[in-house]
């Protein structure tokens, strides 16, 4: 068995939701929104959120909203990025005005050398969880990408 890194992980979470989004008839539509952090400094959770991002494209399965128009949709409707990373307040603020089908939102938290990683798929329209995905990583920071 190979070391499980911090990476394959991600590689892990993104396949996860691809496989659900291959359930589904045709390509779906989401935005992902950066993940909370506990533990981890914001340019480290952003990269880690660029990672699953990148990993959940190779899957073909969804096409992906540009995160800088997502942001400024939550911005407009009032609220602030960083107070606005839970499926409630993202919903709330961007709700299907921006044509999606799906959110992804998660948490990466830190504690000494054990990284916890979570990620929710929410049906916009619904507001139904469809999927939740919880993971574990052990190992140094070196081996996050």
């Given at each position: 068995m190979f070391p499980r890194t911090l990476k394959?992980?991600?590689i892990h979470l993104a396949l996860s939701i691809g496989i659900l989004f291959s359930q589904q008839s045709s390509v779906i539509t989401v935005a992902v929104i950066?993940?909370?952090?506990?533990g981890l400094s914001e340019l480290e959770v952003q990269t880690l959120t660029q990672r699953f991002i990148s990993e959940l494209?190779?899957?073909?399965?969804a096409i992906l909203f540009d995160g800088e128009v997502v942001k400024s949709q939550i911005r407009s409707a009032?609220?602030?990025?960083?107070?606005?990373k839970k499926v409630d307040c993202v919903v709330?603020?961007?709700g299907d005005s921006l044509g999606m089908q799906y959110i992804i939102t998660?948490?990466?938290e830190k504690n000494k050398e054990r990284y916890g990683l979570s990620a929710l798929l929410t049906d916009v329209v619904t507001g139904e969880e469809e999927r939740i995905i919880n993971t574990n990583y052990n190992g140094p920071v070196d081996g996050m990408i």
């Open positions: 394959t992980v991600i950066d993940f909370e952090q506990e494209e190779k899957t073909a399965k009032g609220y602030e990025l960083n107070a606005c709330a603020a961007i998660g948490s990466i």
